[in-house]
């Protein structure tokens, strides 16, 4: 099978290269092509790659191109991670959000409004090239945010294109094993948008064994999530928050830390990746050096996640059994061995609602449990939601519509509905700032000036 990946010169790729190199099934991965504008961020990691390969005699052949219809042809998967406007103007994003006291993180809020705004016109630029020169290539998308990015590319892709999120995943993990089971033998109750979601139950053998953590304070306060929420929270949810729900329930407290934090987490990754593909990008490298360089960059910026949030939480620092992510790597493949060699499996997804949320119309994209088979995933049903989580999921996919409205009419107006209906801008006045502040500061939002 041939894999490409958009946006192969993005930091996270050797994640889903090193999960190719452990898969010796029959059907796996033969051929990888990297594609992305940056050709020195190409070259570094494609060394990264080759440094992860030697020794290896059946590893995936890499080729790498700057040439986005090459890198299509002859796909059978495509993983869109790609990032418009990168790092820099992640940082933007992020500045511009805080001057106005709200949040400017990349896929809630503000900042994820902006970004999605300057994403969507791309990506579907993008499902237009596939549909054009791969039409039987199956899409999983990383690019955030996630769940507007994937509803976009559907409307060009149907159900074609999956988006795939690591949170739920490391989340319904980390609540097996401290309920003693295995995390492939549970069954996660878990039903939302991307970084919206709530893990309702986790069935054992049938029997749904949430409530017994729940009530145990010390259990419940032993984990990531557990810590940053705090057990009397939860316990008054009856439920497990995905972690991007604290920007929304400590949103004051949160957006405080960030105004008063040295520099922002785009600010701090830009920095980051700078000196990364600086060395991985040296001439004449020393084998093993881009990829050593590469794993010392991804232990201090897995250490550092959502740490102003701990901060408002007052939790110290990540504990070991918190470093590991659900890993997006792992759910992709997986998703792809599902459907490519018709191997059933049970993973939450990014796909189509078609019914699943009735508050929701058919096409809005939702993230929920789904079977996978060789037909595609297939939206598992779902209790309701209760109402405090109807008022979330309909606003934020209400400001999501919006921003896709927006991106396809180019319209100031939507733009400002856009970050007005969103829960976390208070203002329709901060709305209309908010626009003309990245209006000016990216190039591709130019039109709503």
């Not at 090193?18 to 990691?45: C, I, K, N, P, W």
């Not at 809630?108 to 994403?119: D, K, N, Q």
């Not at 609540?175 to 039903?191: N, T």
Request: overall charge negative; hydrophobic content about 45%.
């Amino acid at each position: 099978m041939r894999l490409t990946i958009l946006g192969g010169g993005g930091f996270r790729v050797p994640l889903v290269y090193g999960a190719l190199l452990g898969d010796r099934a029959e059907g796996r991965v033969s051929h990888v092509t990297l594609y992305d504008e940056d050709s020195a961020r190409l070259r570094a990691m494609a060394r990264v790659l080759a440094d992860q390969a030697a020794g290896i005699a059946d590893a995936p052949a890499v080729t790498a191109t700057t040439d986005l219809d090459e890198a299509l042809r002859g796909a059978d998967f495509v993983f869109s991670a790609i990032r418009v406007g990168g790092l820099e103007g992640r940082a933007a994003d992020e500045r511009i959000a805080l001057a106005e006291g709200v949040l400017g993180q990349e896929t809630v809020g503000a900042g994820g409004i902006a970004y999605g705004l300057r994403t969507v016109p791309v990506a579907r630029e993008i499902a237009r090239r596939v549909a054009r020169t791969a039409p039987d290539a199956w899409v999983i998308n990383f690019t955030n945010p996630a769940g507007v990015v994937t509803e976009a590319m559907a409307e060009e892709l149907g159900d074609r294109v999956i988006g795939i999120c690591d949170s739920p995943v490391g989340l319904g993990r980390r609540i097996a094993r401290l309920l003693g089971a295995r995390p492939e033998d549970a069954w996660i109750d878990y039903v939302g948008l991307n970084h919206l979601g709530w893990v309702r139950g986790l069935r054992i053998g049938g029997r749904d064994e949430l409530p017994r953590l729940l009530a145990d304070a010390r259990a419940l306060e032993s984990f990531e999530e557990g810590r940053l929420f705090g057990a009397e929270w939860l316990r008054s949810l009856g439920a497990i928050p995905n972690e991007y729900l604290h920007y929304y329930y400590f949103n004051r407290d949160t957006v405080r830390a960030y105004q008063e934090a040295e520099q922002t987490r785009g600010a701090f990754l830009r920095d980051q990746q700078r000196g990364f593909y600086a060395e991985a990008g040296r001439p004449d490298p020393v084998p093993g050096a881009a990829l050593a360089a590469w794993d010392r960059t991804r232990a201090e910026r897995e250490a550092t996640y959502m740490s102003e949030n701990r901060e408002v939480a007052g939790v110290g620092a990540r504990e070991e059994s918190d470093l590991e992510s659900g890993g997006y790597e792992k759910v992709a493949l997986a998703l792809m061995r599902a459907i490519a060699r018709d191997e059933r499996a049970t993973l939450i997804l990014n796909v189509r609602n078609r019914g699943t949320l009735s508050v929701l119309d058919a096409e809005a994209v939702i993230e929920v449990p789904c079977l996978v088979d060789a037909n595609g995933a297939h939206p598992v049903a779902v209790d309701p939601l209760p109402l405090h989580a109807v008022g979330l999921v309909t606003s934020v996919k209400a400001a999501e519509r919006e921003v896709l409205a927006a991106a396809a009419s180019g319209s100031r107006a939507d733009a400002v509905k856009a970050f007005a209906l969103h829960p976390l801008v208070d203002s329709v006045g901060v709305a209309r700032r908010l626009v003309t502040g990245y209006a000016a500061e990216h190039p591709g939002l130019g039109y709503l000036r």
